[in-house]
């Protein structure tokens, strides 16, 4: 793409960088606390129930308080976006974009302010901070420019007497619903995609990091995106989320998330409500069980170096991250002590120093993880980490089992934090069978040297973003267009070519000259 190019990430260890994000830090400190009101068109709304956000990091630490919608909220917001679509529905393409262009540069103007907040509400440490931050401002320049893309289809097939043109329309109101393991950069990334095509939304962020979907919501205000197109609403998803995503003008979900609520949504949404008059659309990104494959020809020092790196990037909370390694038995002991030599090295402590690893997000998944750790007592050897740490904020260390069956559950299932499985298999045939026993098919990679191996991964390793040679995580926008298969969800691939036609519907118009 033209005029298109990532934003490069911040190197940390040039000093002036280092005090930039720290004094960033001390100045979002100066701003935790705060209360965030709804804001459902031009309304400011302040509720008594309140989401309290906290550092995962410290507890005991507000990072602020959200107003938490109430289902007469939920239908004022949509409403209200179904009222704002007749207006924005009809503004220009490129009007549409340039808010994004706007919101983008000013980001990148405020990017370590921006990162502040997710070291404080998400527990991200400076580098996977500011690479959400990047991705932010990826995801708005990106859809940015596939809209002036799309506002110039191309032209049709001509036939005499006729004059024929194809044009992209918007759908409607739709619902966003994000996660909050990249609570900038999916958040964002969701929302403006939604709007630069057209259609107005509800935003109902994730209730652990609603503070920082506030601040992008200041931004958009500051740009002047018209009041009513992003309709701010924080919310538990069980209490309001089934009722936005039934209602009869939602016409649209996007989603990113686990696969069960994911599987819900598009339950829910295939249903018709009274009155309603189309069949709701679904983008539903949901959760994966990735596996690394080492076979016997591969560089075992770059392949340990790949999985750590997936593993336990930020406490193994991303939907990409290797939850498996699938070792030939060749190399098997070998890779063992590489990755448990790296492994072992991982410093554990607050993000806003900037150590390698911190906290997981919330007390309910530090115990999830924790009792899948018993688990995997059960089904493998336990040889590294497999407790919490300390006793402030919510720390898990890096944990590695062995000899895990491929069937075992630890093995299947997604955990969704710093828990790594050894799988050992016979050959690279047997490698391929496993990492496709899962339901899932989000990400993977394969360590090899051998072409053969390649070739038959590219066509057998049954994942939407497959990789070689490299670590299964940090997919860029435009780059590595992002979306799994299975119950990975829909494979809408964000950040790709395809994605703002999933939020638009095409007419043809067809004139008769003569
Ligand atoms: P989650 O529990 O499914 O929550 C995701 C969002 O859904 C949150 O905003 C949540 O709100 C909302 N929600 C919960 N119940 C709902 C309902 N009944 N109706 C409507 N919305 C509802 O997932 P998460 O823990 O935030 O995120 C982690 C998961 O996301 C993992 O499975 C991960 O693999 C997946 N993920 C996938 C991708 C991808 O691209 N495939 C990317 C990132 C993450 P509350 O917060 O209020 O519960």
Redesign the pocket.
């Known amino acids: 793409m033209k005029n298109f190019a990532n934003e490069p990430f911040t190197n940390f260890a040039l000093s002036e960088n280092a005090e930039a994000i720290k004094s960033a830090i001390a100045q979002v400190r100066q701003e935790l606390g705060k209360t965030y009101p709804l804001y459902i068109g031009e309304e400011t709304i302040y509720n008594d129930d309140l989401i309290i956000s906290t550092n995962p990091a410290n507890e005991n630490e507000i990072i602020g308080k959200v107003a938490k919608a109430n289902l007469a909220q939920a239908e004022q917001a949509i409403e209200t976006a179904y009222a704002t679509f007749k207006s924005w529905s009809k503004v220009e393409a490129e009007e549409r974009a340039i808010y994004l262009f706007k919101a983008a540069e000013r980001m990148r103007q405020r990017k370590h302010y921006f990162s502040a907040w997710l070291i404080l509400e998400s527990g991200k440490n400076w580098a996977e901070a500011d690479a959400d931050t990047a991705e932010a401002i990826d995801f708005m320049n990106f859809y940015a420019h596939e809209m002036l893309r799309y506002a110039n289809p191309p032209e049709l097939i001509p036939v005499n007497g006729e004059y024929n043109k194809m044009k992209y329309v918007p759908l409607g109101v739709g619902v966003v619903?994000?996660?909050?393991?990249?609570p900038l950069a999916?958040m964002a990334g969701m929302t403006v995609a939604s709007v630069v095509t057209g259609n107005t939304v509800v935003l109902?962020?994730?209730?652990?990091t609603p503070v920082i979907a506030a601040k992008f919501m200041e931004l958009l205000q500051e740009v002047g995106l018209p009041s009513g197109v992003v309709n701010y609403l924080p919310?538990?998803?069980?209490a309001i989320?089934?009722y936005?995503?039934s209602h009869k003008l939602t016409r649209f979900i996007n989603?990113?998330?686990?696969?069960?609520?994911?599987l819900?949504?598009s339950e829910l949404a295939a249903k018709v409500a009274p009155g309603q008059k189309w069949i709701k659309r679904v983008a539903a990104?949901?959760?994966?069980k990735d596996s690394i494959i080492v076979d016997e020809t591969a560089d075992l020092d770059k392949a340990a170096q790949g999985i750590v790196a997936s593993a336990f990037g930020f406490q193994g909370q991303k939907?990409s991250a290797c939850s498996r390694a699938i070792v030939v038995e060749s190399v098997y002991e070998e890779v063992i002590e590489k990755v448990l030599a790296l492994a072992s090295k991982l410093a554990m402590g607050l993000p806003e120093e900037n150590f390698s690893t911190g906290p997981v997000i919330e007390k309910r998944a530090m115990e999830k993880i924790l009792e899948y750790i018993e688990i995997g007592k059960t089904e493998g050897t336990l040889v590294l980490g497999g407790e919490r740490f300390g006793n402030q904020g919510w720390f898990v260390r890096p944990t590695i089992f062995k000899d895990i069956a491929p069937t075992a559950r630890i093995s299947l299932e997604?955990i969704?934090g710093p828990v790594l499985a050894l799988i050992k298999v016979k050959d690279f045939a047997e490698a391929l069978a496993v990492v496709n026993n899962t339901e899932y098919g989000?990400t993977g990679s394969l360590y090899s040297r051998n072409r053969e191996n390649i070739a038959q991964a590219k066509e057998e390793f049954n994942v939407g973003n497959l990789y070689f040679n490299r670590k299964c995580t940090g997919a860029l926008v435009g780059v590595h267009p992002?979306?799994?298969f299975n119950m990975?969800?829909t494979c809408s691939k964000?950040g790709g070519y395809d994605y703002l036609g999933l939020l638009m519907q095409m007419k043809i118009t067809s004139e008769t000259l003569g």
């Open positions: 619903i994000p996660p909050w393991n990249f999916i109902k962020p994730a209730s652990a919310g538990s998803g069980g989320g089934d936005l995503v989603f990113t998330g686990s696969k069960e609520v994911g819900r949504i990104e949901m959760g994966g939907c997604e969704f989000l992002f979306g799994g990975s969800g964000a």
